[in-house]
């Protein structure tokens, strides 16, 4: 391969640069919130109050260290660059682009592409940079979860059919990523599942953080946006109850792994009301070292999921997108992703219990299934990047 710098183009690429500081208004904001929750009214939730020039998205840093694992494993010591979505245009860079996982082409609810897309469309034509697409993802609406296309419009549609013909290799996360690109687009494309789902973990256990006796679930609750807090408004009462009925049920502990920031004070709203939760808080890693102790996962974030079959332990996905049952499908596992609108709390109960109950099948058909998806993923890589830095 020749020398050159390769950018890896993602949602987060690099921990923010400002460390959090101490808000005496977050805190005070905080104290409300869950005094008005203790009473019942969820309604004033918003997250909003909790973000933080540090706040970010653990999932979307997984994919880029994920990445980065891979390609210095197959590429050697090659310099890197990372820019976030929206900086493309902002680096003085040339050299080949690898445009990596999460939902890169995502549509509104009136299923358009985001101007973001635009964007780079117009600085890729214009850089003449070589780039390829890494299982990136088609990310919309729980509505079409029954397969069928959207009705995408025809600016849209070009833009998403240009930055696919325009690339040297092209790879999607999920079958329904496939589905909706290949009806814009008739190029090859190849399944490989989220890169994130082959991180690997680069320290020890701390087994004595997250264990004890009793069963540990694992939860994550979205909370970093206004439709997630829309949700979170509306079925954090029902959440409880049905985290109350399992924690009786099984007679389990349960671990927050908090993916953004701003999902802090849910963890704090589940404990006020006699929720036995314990709050993982920190980088990737942290959090790969408390998927790595649980029994089983319910999942809200995906990327929450994904790290959790990343380590083997079984998930359950509580999805609000289509990315969600995209996800399970490729893992084999299509009946433990339950719908979150409308919330079904005997549902989830139900998923529960059966995978508690068939845990070490599941443990072992995720694994079989990791494996041979990230032979796949692996193939495509090692010769995207032997294309892309030649």
């Not at 989220?194 to 909370?223: C, M, W």
């Amino acid at each position: 391969m020749k020398s050159s710098v390769l950018t890896v183009y993602g949602a987060v690429t690099h921990l923010p640069p400002q460390p959090d500081r101490f808000s005496l208004k977050r805190v005070i904001k905080g104290g409300r919130d869950r005094l008005k929750c203790k009473l019942g009214n969820f309604q004033s939730l918003d997250y909003r109050n909790y973000l933080s020039p540090s706040a970010y998205n653990r999932g979307d840093l997984a994919i880029a260290q994920a990445v980065t694992q891979k390609i210095q494993a197959f590429a050697g010591n090659i310099e890197l660059s990372f820019v976030n979505w929206g900086d493309l245009s902002k680096k003085n860079e040339d050299g080949p682009i690898l445009i990596s996982g999460s939902g890169y082409i995502h549509l509104t609810q009136n299923y358009a592409v985001a101007d973001r897309l635009r964007n780079d469309l117009e600085y890729l034509t214009a850089s003449r940079r070589p780039y390829a697409l890494h299982g990136i993802g088609v990310n919309m609406s729980a509505t079409h979860s029954d397969g069928s296309l959207p009705t995408i419009n025809a600016e849209s549609r070009s833009i998403i059919k240009e930055l696919i013909e325009g690339a040297v290799n092209v790879s999607v996360r999920d079958k329904n990523s496939e589905k909706i690109v290949q009806s814009i687009s008739d190029r090859s494309i190849t399944v490989v599942a989220d890169p994130a789902l082959f991180l690997k973990h680069d320290g020890e256990i701390q087994q004595s953080k997250y264990s004890s006796n009793r069963s540990q679930v694992g939860i994550t609750i979205p909370f970093h946006g206004p439709a997630a807090t829309d949700r979170v408004c509306r079925d954090l009462s029902s959440y409880i109850q049905c985290l109350k009925s399992i924690q009786d049920k099984v007679d389990c502990d349960f671990v927050q792994t908090v993916h953004f920031d701003s999902e802090f004070i849910i963890g704090k709203v589940l404990q006020d009301h006699s929720i036995r939760l314990t709050q993982a808080i920190g980088e990737v890693q942290t959090l790969l070292s408390a998927y790595q102790q649980m029994d089983v996962h319910i999942g809200g974030m995906l990327h929450s999921c994904i790290l959790s079959a990343s380590t083997g332990t079984p998930c359950i996905g509580l999805a609000y997108d289509i990315k969600h049952q995209g996800f399970f499908d490729l893992l084999g596992q299509p009946d433990l992703c339950v719908p979150a609108e409308p919330f079904d709390p005997e549902r989830l109960i139900a998923t529960c219990d059966h995978v508690l109950t068939h845990a070490d099948t599941i443990r072992k058909q995720i694994n079989a299934r990791r494996d041979e998806l990230e032979l796949t993923s692996n193939q495509f890589l090692a010769q995207t990047l032997q294309t892309l830095l030649s």
